[in-house]
């Protein structure tokens, strides 16, 4: 019987995105298939036992009452569970559904609405069960989750970074954009991960990693007002892969209003 740690990877709605960072890891990835048994990992295999599993990686957002079921036993069946991406860590792209009428959208994308069964909201796995480690991305860096796994194997502590994107554009050389260029970047407020590749290539930052550690996003967006920019031209730049972050949500709720002239 092996002895190695049991690992299992769960998906919920998403892209699937993550799940192919993981396998894009190529040799990374069978080190890391050598220090641990793949029990579950639909992905991938077609191998799939039963938990419970020591560790579970677990991709997507909830959208359904179902999958607010699932993930409940997905806890319970893991001793460490990890969420994986944008859509696991925040709700993801499709949390922008949360702001609008579920019922209107679903008249006017199904012939039979009534045959689809989902919830209002697209939330955070965190919003429904204690995760232990959340990785951030759109998609996650395989890099970093190559180094999470190696730590809960090896029994020491992840490092992966807390820093903003814009420490990694003075690391690269860029020039930041919103100083030369007046475009809006959320590289300040954003936690790096990509390696600032937006800035490198004249882009702001879109804020893929999510809010960074003590996120100071109104200051932020004042900031951007002061510079010429529109409440209303800011709201969907807040609201993106992590928009129903905490702190990104407060802040393109605050210039909703301000559109709104309220």
Request: proline residues 6%; hydrophobic residues 35%; charged residues 20%.
């Amino acid at each position: 019987m092996s002895t190695r740690p049991t690992l299992a990877v769960f998906k919920f709605a998403s892209c699937d995105g993550c799940q192919l960072s993981l396998l894009d890891a190529e040799d990374e990835l069978l080190a890391v298939a050598g220090a641990v048994d793949i029990a579950f990992f639909p992905e991938a295999s077609s191998r799939m036992l039963p938990g419970p599993y020591d560790i579970a990686l677990v991709e997507g957002s909830i959208t359904t009452s179902h999958d607010a079921e699932r993930i409940q036993e997905v806890r319970k069946q893991s001793r460490f569970l990890m969420t994986i991406g944008a859509c696991a860590t925040a709700g993801g792209i499709q949390a922008l559904r949360n702001w609008g009428d579920t019922a209107e959208f679903l008249q006017a994308v199904y012939a039979r609405p009534e045959y689809i069964s989902t919830l209002a909201t697209s939330t955070a796995i965190a919003d429904h069960v204690t995760v232990d480690f959340e990785l951030r991305g759109c998609p996650i860096n395989h890099h970093q989750l190559v180094e999470v796994l190696s730590s809960l194997i090896a029994g020491r502590r992840p490092r992966t970074p807390t820093h903003s994107v814009c420490l990694d554009c003075k690391r690269r050389g860029t020039v930041c954009v919103t100083v030369a260029q007046g475009i809006p970047c959320l590289g300040p407020v954003t936690q790096a991960g990509c390696g600032a590749i937006c800035p490198a290539y004249d882009r702001g930052c879109y804020g893929c990693y999510g809010p960074v550690k003590q996120c100071n996003s109104e200051s932020l967006g004042d900031h951007f007002i002061a510079t010429g920019s529109t409440p209303g031209e800011l709201v969907p730049l807040f609201r993106n892969f992590n928009g129903y972050a905490p702190e990104f949500r407060a802040e393109s709720d605050r210039l909703a209003r301000r559109a709104e002239g309220v």
